[in-house]
Each structure stands twice: as C-alpha cells, then as structure tokens.
C-alpha cells in the first residue's frame, strides 16, 4: 500500500514537472516570437526615412509587447506629425488670400506684417515642441508612464533600446532637418510676401482696390507684382 502510495506521489510529481516544461516552453516561444515581431517593427521605423515613408500603425504584437510597440509607432507619428504640420504651414501661404481687399483697406497694408508674424511665430513653435520632444526626458516619459502587467523594467528597456539608439538618435536629426528645410522655405515664400507688400507700398498711386481685388493702373507695375506673385509657385 505503502509503495502504491509513493508510484503515485512519483507519477504526479512527473506529471508537473513536464507540465512545468511545456508551460515554460510555450512561455519562451511566445516571447521569442513577440520580441521577434517588435524588432521587425522597429526595423521598419529605424530603417526608412520618417518624413516620406507612411508609418504602419498595425499593432502586430500581443499583450505588452503591443503596449512598447503602440508607444513607439505614436510617438515618432507625433513626431513626423510636425513635420506634416510645418509643411502645411508653408503650403497655406496664399497671396491672393493674404493681399485680399479685407486685409489692404484703404492702401493700408499693416495687417500683411501681421499674418507674416504669425506665420513665423506658429513656425518657431512646431520647432521648439519637436526639440522639446526628442529629449531623452520626454522620450522615457512616454514609456514610463505605460502600465504593464509584469516585468516592467524588461519591456521599457525595450522601448528604450530603440527610443534612445543611435540609430534612432539619426532619425531624429534626419527629420529635424527636413522640419528646418521647411522652415526655410517658408521664410523664403514669407519673405517674397514682404517683398510685395513693400512693392505695393512704394506704388500706392498706381493701384486701388475694387471688389476687394487689387486693380493697378499701370501695366508694367501689374506685370512686376505678379511676376513676383509667381515665384511662390517656382
């Protein structure tokens, strides 16, 4: 009796241990294949340009692997976001729209110094809000302040390794330069508007405004202000 006893506690004690052995394998399988898809997803961002190329917002991991990796994909989103936003800025520039009748009554053309200053003021910010957002301190708040149902550490060191990379680090700089580029063509189209409004300011007597159009009464000066109209076209 005594020995049946002992078969049995042996059999069960087996039975555990290979059950132990099949629960920690599927846990390691699981978590090669989840850590494997987070690195190809990443690979992804890390690997083509942030500024042209659409980022995949697929969340193709599980459980916290899927919370490292939608904080990852929103964050650069956020980032390549001002990039969009600074390029829109410069596309909204419209000469017909900014020397309209309603913001030259009267000849007085003060209110085009205005929209130019704004113009320049909402540049400057997505500027500073993108260099606020690529610092390690706003990069690790944005893990740090997920929740995770186990092993935290291990998942925001994965964010981490790809957050604050070099590799990444390049991506930073790559689409801050291209926000730059945009910038500079803003100010250049800012500049050729300045231009104008000084051009009209110096021939006040030969235009005039009807139907909130301007109307000039000398073709030569027309033809030179819309010559300049053109180059935000080039």
Do not use: C, H
Not at 88 to 106: K, M, R, T, Y
Not at 212 to 217: A, D, Q, R
Not at 219 to 232: C, D, G, R, S, V
Request: aromatic share 10%; charged share 30%.
């Amino acid at each position: 009796m005594e020995n049946k006893k002992t078969i049995i506690a042996i059999i069960i004690v087996v039975i555990l241990i290979i059950l132990l052995i099949g629960v920690s394998y599927l846990f390691y399988d699981y978590n090669q294949t989840q850590l494997k898809t987070l690195t190809d997803e990443s690979n992804k961002i890390l690997q083509e340009s942030i500024a042209t190329e659409e980022i995949d917002m697929d969340i193709k991991t599980k459980r916290d692997y899927a919370t490292v990796e939608k904080a990852i994909k929103e964050y650069v989103q956020k980032l390549k976001n001002i990039y969009i936003q600074m390029e829109e800025l410069g596309e909204q520039i419209d000469p017909d729209v900014i020397f309209s009748g309603e913001n030259i009554e009267d000849k007085n053309l003060d209110k085009i110094d205005t929209i130019i200053s704004e113009y320049k003021e909402k540049s400057k910010e997505y500027l500073e809000e993108y260099e606020g957002l690529i610092t390690e301190e706003a990069i690790s708040e944005n893990i740090n302040s997920q929740k995770f149902s186990s092993r935290r550490d291990y998942y925001i060191s994965l964010y981490n390794t790809v957050m604050l990379g070099d590799v990444m680090k390049s991506q930073y700089e790559l689409l801050e330069n291209e926000i730059e580029k945009s910038k500079d063509n803003l100010y250049d189209k800012l500049t050729i508007i300045s231009n104008m409004k000084q051009f009209l300011e110096s021939n006040s007597r030969y235009w005039s405004i009807k139907d909130k159009k301007i109307i000039f009464t000398n073709t030569n000066i027309m033809t030179e202000f819309y010559n300049m109209k053109n180059e935000l076209s080039d």
